[in-house]
Nanobody, 120 residues
Framework: DVQLQASGGGLVRPGGSLTLSCATS????????FSWARQAPGKGREWISAINHGGGKDYADSVKGRFTISRDDAKNTLYLQMDNLKPEDTAVYYC??????????????WGKGTLVTVSS
């Protein structure tokens, strides 16, 4: 079975940092691109970052310069380092497996999300 499980969320003060992880299993991790998306209360899901199988990265303007996506193919794990967090970053964060090896915004699996709350 394909599984993706995001973790690492929590409560953080504005300006703080968190690192999210997405542990995966059930497929050849290194062959695929992955994305992080988030859903704030009362809003739709927003794509925020992607990483291709070769390590190429892309970011939404809302997080560019503050968030860093990475992957460890040996550990079958995706990461999202989030710095300088703002209250508007409060959301449930999801990791998604893309259909191919490059980011096309097409997904076949999403993990259960992890809640990030940015508040003083």
């Amino acid at each position: 079975d394909v599984q993706l499980q995001a973790s690492g969320g929590g409560l953080v003060r504005p300006g703080g940092s968190l690192t999210l992880s997405c542990a995966t299993s059930g497929f050849t991790f290194s062959s695929y691109a992955f994305s992080w998306a988030r859903q704030a209360p009362g809003k739709g899901r927003e794509w925020i970052s992607a990483i291709n199988h070769g390590g190429g990265k892309d970011y939404a303007d809302s997080v560019k310069g503050r968030f860093t996506i990475s992957r460890d193919d040996a550990k079958n794990t995706l990461y999202l380092q989030m710095d300088n967090l703002k209250p508007e970053d409060t959301a449930v964060y999801y990791c998604g497996k893309e259909l191919g090896d490059y980011h096309t915004d097409e997904y076949d699996y999403w993990g259960k999300g992890t809640l990030v709350t940015v508040s003083s």
